[in-house]
């Protein structure tokens, strides 16, 4: 038990330092909101999705979709879970709308990377690594390499739908109400917010012709057709040429909404690594692997770091806002409405969640190995129960950031869910779960 929880401390500890690393700094002086801003962008275009394209396409092969198809269905089947009572919980708690979003966002997307391979890792060395021996020639390192492959394996479906229907979660809507000070207007309409990295003119474009246009392409017909003879079925045509013009364009335009530069790099590294451009890539003896995919590797080592120094910065600038307008008029149902989901997203998240995953894992040690093998690993099952667990992904602060919407609600988010709740709960799910092990397997 003790080892147990000095894993989950060392986890913790090491995200921790990072963040107050980048909160010193931006203490300091140099690192201002503006370039926080700025940084959380560059990580969303640049090192994050170098990040994703090598995760995934080093360790996904037609061999391991096969053999690990119960990790995409336990995914999947928590997702729905997680949306079905947050849904329930988020209504009956009469949550405005955007808020729900906030809700949701934080209960579906848990730390699928960080804290599972830290857990892992640490079980691996420890006394309970016994208990989690497959066979009688198992070794700590092959329950480490098991634990951190299924970890992997169950990250990347879960970055798939978080860099899309998460990303669209927490970006900002045309029905949202953004309270704010009146000293930051930039903040006040809710349609000037950034919202990702779409054009917001391509799409007002899209979303609204020019009406002085459509007059002169109309009154431009109305005079071609008093001169020349019309084809018979010349309005047919024209009318279903428009329509198939604007569903071509409405399908383009939700695409786009949907697509983010890190969900690219998943996907093209999901057509890399189930094609024979994976050998060319990552075989340690081909041209490319050294110097091309070394070089994103490299470039994808950068994104969490990048992701808590930012955490800790905007930490820091949050504090001193909350400073400088303590004693002032503040909106207090605003806050009550904050405090209200952050509260309702922490209780889900990390007490609710839980009583959910546990029941899920235990039918299918009971019934799921006349389907897959991997019901009878005690790694497998020890992981799925952890990823199942974990506190809300930390990278979901990045998309807050770069779309301005709930960044004060996703800090108290994380800060209540790393910094009080996660320690005692990982440390009892572990526990918990070694004992499913021990009792089951």
Request: proline share 5%; aromatic share 10%; glycine share 4%.
């Amino acid at each position: 038990m003790l080892q147990l929880i000095i894993a989950s401390v060392q986890a913790i500890l090491q995200v921790m330092t990072v963040v107050i690393c980048g909160l010193i700094f931006a203490k300091a002086g140099y690192f201002p909101m503006d370039k926080q801003k700025w940084l959380s962008k560059l990580n969303l275009m640049y090192f994050t999705p170098c990040l994703l394209f090598s995760n995934v396409a080093s360790i996904i092969s037609f061999d391991k979709l096969l053999a690990y198809w119960p990790i995409p269905v336990f995914y999947y089947t928590y997702s729905l879970v997680f949306y079905a009572i947050t849904q329930l919980a988020t209504r009956l708690g009469g949550l405005p709308r955007q808020q729900r979003r906030f809700v949701l966002a934080c209960v579906m997307f848990q730390n699928t990377n960080s804290l599972p391979l830290a857990i892992i890792s640490s079980l691996a060395v420890s006394e309970a690594a016994s208990l989690l021996f497959w066979h009688a020639d198992d070794t700590p390192d092959e329950v480490a390499a098991r634990g951190i492959s299924y970890t992997l394996f169950f990250a990347i479906f879960g970055n798939l739908l978080r860099w899309s229907y998460g990303y669209r979660l927490l970006q900002t809507h045309n029905d949202d109400v953004v309270v704010t000070d009146d000293d930051d207007s930039s903040k006040i309409n809710a349609n000037n917010i950034y919202q990702g990295y779409h054009d917001t003119e391509q799409q007002q474009q899209w979303h609204a012709p020019s009406t002085s246009s459509s007059l002169d392409r109309h009154q431009a017909v109305n005079e071609t057709s008093a001169l020349l003879p019309k084809p018979p079925n010349s309005n047919n045509s024209s009318s279903s040429s428009s329509s198939n013009n604007a569903i071509m364009q409405r399908l383009t335009l939700r695409i786009q909404q949907i697509m983010t530069p890190p969900l690219y790099a998943a996907l093209l590294a999901l057509v890399v690594g189930l094609s024979p451009l994976q050998q060319v890539l990552y075989n340690p003896h081909s041209f490319l692997y050294p110097s091309f995919t070394k070089a994103i590797e490299m470039c994808g080592k950068a994104a969490v770091p990048i992701i808590l120094s930012c955490l800790g910065a905007q930490l820091a600038s949050m504090t001193g806002e909350a400073t400088e307008e303590h004693g002032g008029h503040d909106d207090t149902a605003t806050a009550t409405t904050m405090t209200s989901c952050v509260t309702l997203a922490v209780v889900m998240r990390m007490l609710v969640a839980p009583l959910f995953v546990f029941p899920l894992v235990i039918l299918f040690v009971q019934y799921g190995s006349a389907y897959s093998i991997l019901a009878t690993d005690p790694v497998f099952i020890v992981m799925m129960l952890v990823l199942g667990c974990t506190p809300t992904a930390i990278n979901l602060i990045q998309i807050a950031q770069v779309n301005g919407m709930f960044e004060h609600e996703m800090l108290s988010m994380l800060f209540w869910s790393y910094g009080v709740v996660c320690v005692p709960l990982v440390t009892l799910v572990v526990f918990v779960a070694l004992n499913v092990v021990d009792r089951l397997l």
